[in-house]
Each structure stands twice: as structure tokens, then as C-alpha cells.
């Protein structure tokens, strides 16, 4: 079985923090994602990438940046964290082109004060 | 505007059929998937059927997909309270670097 991990289930943070969330998975996929979802905003693409060292921007990339530097690892990085980044954030992979069925973490439930 | 659509909200009673119903605009995909997201849980992948299909069935579920329309629904018989969770539609698109395309989920609210 695929098993998606993200390094917290709860996170508090303050206004202005620099926050990192990790995300590993451990079979070898080639793509990860990152969303948030909101209430009533479904889930919203913010970065993903197809290889390592490799970044698209999703619909919504302001305000965060994702670093892969390994393939089974990919971190999403508030570089100054406010209120409005308060939400559900989610950690996906799949195997890579042609085979696109995503994997999901259990979700990061951020809080920014 | 929205490329994927559900509606958020489907209440039904403990023992009935559910019908999820999804709608897209993109005609390119190869595959459509439903999930499933249980309270403070991540995404479950819960069936996907390939776009040459019609229906595809999985025990209660059974997945139906009509190109022309371009309208995928789900339909979960026999409802239990354990369904309660909200679902997701999602479809694929040429040269995109595997990146899926979701609805905004549609709440399913199983009353015993």
C-alpha cells in the first residue's frame, strides 16, 4: 500500500513565523502536491512537482514556496505565515505521467495566530 | 468559473441509494475518480473508472459516466451511517504532469 505521510496532524504557529510542513511518501513516486481546502473552497492546487528539484505553481502559490531536494520528500514552506494561511493542508503523490491517481497524507490542520 | 462541478450538500436516509452526481468541461481525460474524505482525515481513493467505460461497479458502488454529457455520477446503495463523509470528483487532462482537476466535494449526510 501507498503510505503518504505529513509530519503534523495539528500545527500552531504565530503571525510572521516561518513555518515548515513536511510531506514523505514511500513509493518512489515521481509527482507530489501540495493543497489547502477550505469550507466550501474544495481542495486548491498550490505547488506540486514532477521530479526532484522540480516546481510548478499551482492556482494559488502566493504567500508559500516547496522545496524537493530528495524524491520522497516535499516541503512546503510559509516564508512569513498570516491568519489567512489558517486551514487544512494536504500532501499528495502519484507514480507519474499516465498513471495520475493520487495518494493522499492524513492533513496538516494549521493555525496561525 | 468552475471546471468541475458538484453540489455541497446530499442528505439521505440510513438504507437508501445515494446518487453523487459531478459535471466537467474538459473532455480530455482519461480517467475520472471519486474519493472520499472522512471527518479530519485525508483523501481516500474510493473507485475511478477510465473514460472508454460506461459503468463500472465495486460492490455498492457503482460509478456511470456519460461522455456526451460529460457527467459522472456515483451512486452508493444501500447507505449506512459509516458513508457519512464528503466526496470528491476528480478527472485527469492531457499534458498537465499528472496534476488532477477536483470539485469542491459534495457533503453526504446519512440520517439513520
Known amino acids: 500500500d501507498v503510505k503518504v505521510t505529513q509530519s503534523s496532524r495539528y500545527l500552531v504557529k504565530r503571525t510572521g513565523e516561518k513555518v515548515f510542513l513536511e510531506c514523505v511518501q514511500d513509493m518512489d513516486h515521481e509527482n507530489m502536491f501540495w493543497y489547502r481546502q477550505d469550507p466550501g473552497l474544495g481542495l486548491r492546487l498550490i505547488y506540486f512537482?514532477?521530479?526532484?528539484?522540480?516546481?510548478e505553481k499551482g492556482d494559488i502559490p502566493e504567500g508559500y514556496s516547496v522545496s524537493r531536494e530528495k524524491k520522497e520528500r516535499f516541503s512546503l514552506i510559509l516564508e512569513s505565515a498570516s491568519t489567512n494561511q489558517t486551514s487544512m493542508y494536504l500532501c499528495a503523490s502519484s507514480r507519474g505521467p499516465a498513471q495520475e491517481t493520487q495518494y493522499f497524507g492524513p492533513g496538516t490542520r494549521l493555525l496561525v495566530l | 468559473g468552475e471546471d468541475v462541478e458538484q453540489s455541497l450538500f446530499l442528505s439521505v436516509r440510513e438504507g437508501d441509494s445515494s446518487v453523487i452526481n459531478c459535471t466537467y468541461t474538459d473532455s480530455s481525460s482519461t480517467y475520472l475518480y471519486w474519493y472520499k474524505q472522512e471527518p479530519g482525515a485525508g483523501l481516500q481513493l474510493l473507485t475511478y473508472i477510465f473514460s472508454n467505460m460506461d459503468m463500472k461497479q465495486d460492490q455498492r458502488l457503482t460509478v456511470l459516466l456519460n461522455k456526451k454529457d460529460k457527467h459522472l455520477s456515483l451512486r452508493i446503495a444501500d447507505t449506512q451511517t459509516g458513508d457519512s463523509a464528503i466526496y470528491f470528483c476528480a478527472q485527469n487532462r492531457g499534458s498537465t504532469l499528472g496534476r488532477l482537476y477536483f470539485g469542491r466535494g459534495t457533503q453526504l449526510t446519512v440520517w439513520p
Open positions: 512537482s514532477y521530479d526532484v528539484k522540480m516546481k
